[in-house]
């Protein structure tokens, strides 16, 4: 699992990031053409510029696909599961914020 705080830099090229997952530069994309949440920056000349968000989300592909042998299909709905569940996630510790919040002002 990449460690973000090791992600230093703002944008990294396609082969740097292929590199970290020992995929091909190809693979990576084709899967902007599968998922459409994958939407590196590309500069006038088209190479592409990822940012650490963009790594984090091929991490999660690559974890789907390559690690648990998803189809490319159920990684779209595992994508859309995880994401649902992070909101959920969020709005639970929002409500136990404003519950502590409340409990202290009694």
Do not use: C
Request: proline share 3%; charged share 35%; no cysteine.
């Amino acid at each position: 699992m990449l460690n973000p705080e090791e992600l230093t830099k703002r944008y990294y090229g396609i082969g740097e990031v292929a590199k970290m997952f020992d995929e091909s530069p190809s693979l990576l994309r084709y899967w902007e053409s599968i998922f459409s949440e994958l939407k590196p920056k590309k500069r006038k000349n088209g190479i592409r510029q990822y940012t650490v968000k963009d790594i984090q989300l091929i991490e999660e592909i690559h974890l789907l696909v390559k690690g648990k042998g998803y189809t490319l299909e159920g990684a779209k709905e595992g994508l859309k599961t995880r994401r649902n569940l992070r909101k959920i996630k969020e709005e639970l510790e929002d409500i136990k914020s404003g519950l502590s919040t409340l409990k202290s002002k009694l």
